[in-house]
């Protein structure tokens, strides 16, 4: 409410400084509000002051708001002689009468509620412009969407600042070029290019994901990346997804539209539905890490964190309804064990059926049910988002909150009854009959590129030890020290180290491994040996430690020894 009120003084404050400004929608959201306008001319970051300072005089003078309801023709009239055709526009979607909310001069389509007056508001602030569609359609107006903020304490908001200063310095954007990680290029927008320190957090994931499958028992397939519309209709995609499908144009085949996939849902269905399964079969768990592709608008695009191409650690579980409850209470555990080693908590949302949806609200209340029941058996803590499911089927979302508390949907855990009956899949079951299996839509890092990214923020750059792409730097002191470096950094093999042996200063070579983050660097002069090495941790001092010592501290910081496989107490 305190953001929602927010929000409408701004608006007044707009529409008092720009005379003829069109008004369009102004919402709460997390950590703040936005309010979207049409100006008569492009403003920029520098006018925010002025706006901001107008708003604080709204709040000085005192604003209390007063609601009304009229009818939708009455509203409708009122917006039309005020110039304001997105009002108008919401008035002819909305349903029943129409409430107002007025507070000062100015009256605002809303449904509420609202502060009673503006004596709570305590702390203001206007943090940023961005281009909107309306309506969020490219086809539509481009609207000024001006951010902001309130809190009951200006102790909070300086709190708050100072999270969105940190958060800042810790854009995965600036820093994973610093240190030569991946970069963006509009020769392919929204698909990064890895360099090589980036391919090894990106195999170091993979490698956990083949392995951990491995031992949760999935079976690794591979599927092709294009597929006729023909598939698409079938997996019923193409009538919920089809303006964010990549098609493709044949030469070969001019009349037979083909599409890249935007996901592995389809082509694990046509895998399952090659042959007639047996119920001894299942559960059978189908997992892919393969490229996909996604017409994300231009606007949407965020570094790594919202891509064109994307890759996921996918998995599809085929199963019996018996089974349900055992195969999504082993998802958690997976899910458990992966935040777990990350570091990162997590927490749990279940998204129930949406409005636009396949099946019966009997299939979905068997679906709905089976999620709740595998996520109370594990005792876990969730909340409800209703109407936010898949159009196929309810979902679990993981949700995992970074070193600045934010939180990020990473996985989800869906449970399907629809896709498997529309691609005519079946197994032969005990009683010698045909059934439908049911499929669970599992990815629990989700987007590899975006995982990375949030790991950027999350770190600010400085991996653990585990993950780092160079995790030793062995700096020898001079020209006759580099032969003696280079038999220490084959010494500490398996780990990933590198020799620098530049012509630098070893305090600037020093001051570069603290700039690029490197976990550990080692000096090796007329002074170390195998029994007294210099190593200096990122961020730390300098101390002494034998090779031997050393290794065993490295071998402290892995979650699992180089070459063993993890373990769920690891």
């Not at 098609?247 to 085949?253: D, G």
């Not at 679990?396 to 070193?403: E, G």
């Not at 010494?491 to 070893?506: G, I, N």
């Amino acid at each position: 409410m305190l953001r929602h009120s927010s929000a409408h003084l701004l608006a007044e404050a707009v529409r008092r400084l720009y005379p003829g400004v069109k008004i369009a929608i102004g919402p709460p959201i997390e950590n703040g509000f936005y309010y979207d306008f049409e100006f008569p001319e492009p403003i920029t970051e520098a006018d925010l002051a002025a706006i901001e300072d107008e708003v604080k005089r709204e709040i000085k003078e005192g604003r209390e708001w007063s609601r009304e309801e009229i009818s939708r023709d009455e509203a409708k009239a009122r917006f039309a002689a005020e110039g304001e055709p997105y009002k108008v526009e919401l008035v002819d979607t909305a349903e029943g009468n129409i409430s107002l909310y007025s507070q000062g001069d100015f009256t605002d389509l809303c449904r509420g509620p609202h502060l009673q007056n503006a004596k709570p508001i305590k702390a203001f602030k206007l943090t940023g412009l961005a281009g909107a569609y309306w309506r969020g359609d490219e086809h539509n107006t481009q609207l000024t969407r001006i951010y902001g903020t309130a809190f009951y304490s200006q102790a909070d908001l300086d709190a708050y600042l100072e999270r969105l200063e940190q958060a800042r310095t810790r854009d995965h954007r600036r820093i994973g070029p610093q240190l030569d990680l991946f970069h963006l290029s509009e020769h392919s927008p929204g698909s990064p290019f890895w360099h090589p320190k980036g391919m090894v957090i990106w195999n170091i994931l993979e490698d956990l994901r083949r392995r951990e499958n491995l031992r949760r028992g999935y079976l690794e397939v591979k599927t092709p990346l294009l597929y006729d519309e023909q598939t698409y209709e079938t997996s019923g995609h193409l009538q919920n997804y089809e303006e964010n499908i990549f098609w493709v144009h044949s030469h070969a085949e001019s009349d037979r539209r083909m599409a890249l996939k935007p996901m592995n849902c389809p082509g694990h269905m046509l895998l399952f539905g090659e042959r007639l399964r047996s119920y001894k079969d299942l559960p059978m768990r189908f997992a892919e890490s393969s490229t996909l592709h996604r017409d994300e608008l231009g606007g949407t695009l965020h570094g790594l964190l919202r891509v064109k191409h994307v890759t996921q650690d996918d998995a599809h579980l085929f199963c019996s309804p018996d089974q349900l409850e055992d195969e999504i209470f082993g998802c958690l555990d997976y899910a458990a064990y992966l935040y777990d080693l990350f570091g990162m908590d997590a927490k749990f949302e279940l998204s129930t059926r949406p409005e636009k949806k396949l099946g019966t609200d009997e299939e979905w209340d068997f679906t709905e049910d089976a999620l709740k029941a595998a996520l109370e058996r594990r005792k876990i803590d969730y909340s409800v988002n209703e109407g936010d499911g898949a159009f196929y089927g309810p979902k679990i979302d993981l949700h995992m909150l970074d070193a600045l508390g934010r939180s990020w949907q990473m996985g989800t855990i869906q449970l399907d009854a629809q896709m498997p009956q529309r691609f005519g899949l079946s197994y032969m079951g005990a009683d010698n009959k045909e059934h439908f299996p049911y499929v669970i839509h599992r990815a629990l890092l989700g987007s590899l590129e975006r995982f990375i990214g949030i790991l950027i923020e999350h770190h600010a750059g400085a991996f653990p030890f585990w993950l780092a792409p160079v995790q030793i730097r062995v700096l020898p002191v001079g020209e006759s020290h580099r032969d003696a470096a280079h038999a220490l950094a084959a010494k500490l093999a398996p780990y990933r180290v590198e020799v620098d042996a530049s012509d630098d200063t070893v305090g600037k070579r020093i001051r570069n491994a603290e700039v690029e983050k490197l976990p550990f660097v080692v000096v090796f002069g007329d002074k170390e040996s195998d029994e007294a090495l210099a190593v200096r941790e990122h961020g730390g001092d300098q101390t002494t430690l034998s090779l031997h010592d050393f290794r065993a501290k490295l071998a402290t910081l892995s979650p699992w020894q180089a070459g063993a496989e993890p373990s769920l107490t690891s």
